[in-house]
Structure formats: structure tokens, C-alpha cells
């Protein structure tokens, strides 16, 4: 698990995880696992017997070179990338005690939230790779909520696997997703962690 934000909800009565760009976490409990997409795509993962269930948020499929190789990203950033975030998340279910033939998966994200990233088709990208990556690990999609131009808010009991998806409609430059993803990207941005050259905190969609 990330260092991700501990806190009580008290709208749901339960204790709560909040997940920021290249985070996930995995629980046994009651625990409720929160996050805000935009871009970005969440998969939620869960044993149902067990009662263990896991969430991570990344930002990119996988980390590229300046000459558009697949790189190998920085450790403190591997998070950040489907490729990384999602093996970190099931083997923290599995470690928990899940069991890999019952597991199930919900996706949520991959909006084109600003103009450059629909531009550049980054919200599609990491859409289209949650499905491809589930699907290679036979881990079957239960749902999906994935596209359209609005940021969500995803809340995940992984006791269960029930999910709320709140979508957030108001001006974005208003919506703390954008500013997170753009700040974060701009971490990744850096030489030493490849280059993303995607992130336009002015814009709007048509």
C-alpha cells in the first residue's frame, strides 16, 4: 500500500482511504477506498468470498523514453503506470489472502477531461489498456465506466464490490483533479522519469 490519505467518513460511517495519482491499496475490511478521476483510470479489483478487494490510480499505460520507447520508470513514480500500479494492486490482494481464480474488476476513468489530452488521446489510451491488461490476466470486468469528458469521484467497498460514481460537472478548472493530475504529470515530466508533454491546466473540452 501507498501512503495514501487515512480519514473517517462520516456521510457513509466507515473509515476511508484516499487514493491520489499513483496510489493503491488493498484492505480486508469495511474500509472504503476513494479516488477522483480524470484522464486517469482506477481499477477496482475484488475476492467477494474473501472480503479483500484492492483500487490503484494511474496516470499513463506504461513510462516512454524521448524517443518513444517503452521506458522503465523511476521506482518512487512506478504507481503512476498501468503496467506497474496494476501488478502492485493484485499482489497486494493476493497477499492479503485473495484468491486469484475468484477475483473480479470494475474500471472507472480515461475522461477527456482537457482539450490537449483529448488531443493526444491519453484518457482512450489508459481505457484501452485496463481492459487488455484484465483480459490477459482472465480477471473478468463485472462493469466499466470509461470516457465521456467529466471527472469522476469513485468510491469502492471492497468488502463487497459495491462502487458510487459521482460525476463532477462543474467548471474544471475548479476540480481538484485537474490540478493534481496536471501537478503530477509535471513530476513526470522530468528527464529522469520520461517525458509527458500532455497536461493543460487552461483548457476545456467543446
Request: proline share 4%.
Amino acid at each position: 500500500m501507498t501512503a495514501v490519505d487515512s480519514y473517517f467518513d462520516h456521510q457513509f460511517d466507515c473509515a476511508a482511504l484516499r487514493l491520489s495519482p499513483g496510489d493503491y491499496a488493498a484492505v480486508d475490511d469495511d474500509t472504503m477506498l476513494v479516488t477522483t478521476l480524470g484522464s486517469c483510470v482506477a481499477a477496482c479489483v475484488w475476492d467477494e468470498s474473501a472480503g479483500i478487494g484492492g483500487m490503484n490510480h494511474f496516470m499513463l499505460p506504461h513510462s516512454r523514453n524521448r524517443d518513444g520507447s517503452v521506458g522503465v520508470p523511476y521506482l518512487s513514480y512506478a504507481g503512476s503506470y498501468g503496467v506497474n500500479a496494476m501488478e502492485m494492486m493484485i499482489n497486494a490482494v493476493l497477499l492479503r489472502g485473495g484468491d486469484r481464480r475468484r477475483l473480479q474488476a470494475k474500471i472507472f476513468g480515461g475522461a477527456a477531461v482537457l482539450k490537449l489530452l483529448n488531443a493526444y488521446g491519453i484518457g482512450q489510451e489508459n481505457a484501452g489498456f485496463a481492459k487488455a491488461y484484465l483480459q490477459c490476466e482472465r480477471i473478468p470486468i463485472a462493469s466499466a465506466d470509461l470516457g465521456g469528458s467529466f471527472p469522476r469521484q469513485i468510491r469502492f467497498w471492497p468488502k463487497n464490490g459495491e462502487v458510487l460514481v459521482r460525476y463532477l460537472k462543474q467548471g474544471l478548472e475548479d476540480v481538484d483533479v485537474v490540478k493534481s493530475e496536471t501537478a503530477y504529470a509535471q513530476r513526470l515530466r522530468r528527464p529522469r522519469y520520461g517525458t509527458v508533454e500532455l497536461f493543460d491546466p487552461g483548457a476545456r473540452t467543446p
